[in-house]
């Protein structure tokens, strides 16, 4: 069941088209990465889902939303710089949030109790935001997003600003959330969307460029590879491998030689041949699979 559906959205700044007709749904219960490079219109993007920024064309449709009605309330929203007032308290704040957004205030002390428990701060509720950490103050911000329990939660570049042990503090976080509603979040750092989200929306130059799970986009996407390592010189077997007329490509990286072949199993017996023919001092040959990495840069590349 789709929680979002979104279709043709259009946003130009004078004239300058910065997304360009992105068509996608969001499926309940997932967790989804919004990937990009800097400048992708990921930011946009998730202003103009939130309500804070109005399409120039296009539709946004929430589930169980009626045309023309406030969205707010089936959305949570975290942007990449939050602001927050630092003489409150994270209780204190979050009591506030909670009433804007129509809870009694019994109810908002209610939620924000069991919140600031879910994020983990609930020992430092009563001290003021301005002595939080980076990541305490994250993990607020995703609480106040959370207060009236939205259909989808949307995070702009989570972690991007945070030291490791913060960025692993809301990556668990964003782990344990996701069990409990959908989760839309942009990023720039591979290896977070490959951890945590289901699927996948890779946006280029303000296009939708490639969307599914990671697992369906590596299959694609998928490169016949192979790295080698040596002992010795590791160019000199480069320049042997390039004599094979199974492989299309090599390059070294990391002082490894990767070598792209268009049919494994050939390639396969003819590098294993030539290796074992000549005393090669092989002391890797390993099959790779497509990373995130390699599948980006191919989508992005292209």
């Not at 109005?54 to 449709?61: A, E, L, R």
Request: proline share 3%; net charge negative; hydrophobic share 40%.
């Amino acid at each position: 069941m789709a929680v979002i559906e979104v279709q043709n959205l259009i946003k130009a700044f004078k004239g300058d088209q910065v997304v360009k007709g992105l068509n996608f749904t969001l499926e309940k219960g997932k967790c989804v990465a919004l990937l990009g490079p800097n400048g992708a219109g990921k930011t946009t993007t998730l202003r103009m889902l939130s309500g804070l920024l109005k399409p120039t064309d296009g539709s946004i449709h929430f589930e169980g939303a009626t045309k023309g009605e406030d969205i707010r309330q089936y959305i949570g929203y975290l942007p990449q710089y939050p602001i927050f007032h630092p003489w409150m308290t994270g209780k204190e704040f979050l009591v506030y949030v909670g009433q804007l957004a129509h809870l009694s205030k019994k109810d908002a002390i209610e939620k924000a109790d069991q919140l600031l428990e879910k994020v983990a701060i609930f020992e430092a509720r009563n001290q003021r935001i301005g002595k939080y950490s980076g990541g305490m103050k994250q993990r607020l911000g995703i609480a106040q997003a959370m207060i009236h329990s939205p259909q989808l939660l949307m995070l702009d570049e989570p972690v991007s600003s945070l030291d490791p042990l913060g960025r692993r503090e809301v990556l668990t976080l964003m782990e344990e959330l996701k069990q409990q509603t959908t989760i839309l979040f942009s990023t720039h750092i591979l290896g977070d969307a490959e951890e945590i989200s289901d699927d996948l929306l890779v946006m280029h130059h303000g296009e939708i460029v490639e969307a599914g799970s990671i697992e369906s986009l590596r299959h694609k996407h998928q490169t016949a590879k192979f790295e080698l390592a040596f002992q010795g010189d590791t160019t000199t077997y480069q320049e042997r491998l390039k004599q094979l007329e199974c492989i299309q490509e090599t390059f070294l990286e990391k002082g490894e030689i990767h070598v792209i072949v268009e049919d494994i199993e050939t390639a396969r017996r003819e590098i294993l041949k030539e290796a074992i023919a000549t005393d090669w001092p092989l002391v890797k040959f390993e099959l790779s699979r497509t990373t995130l990495e390699d599948l980006f840069m191919k989508v992005v590349k292209n």
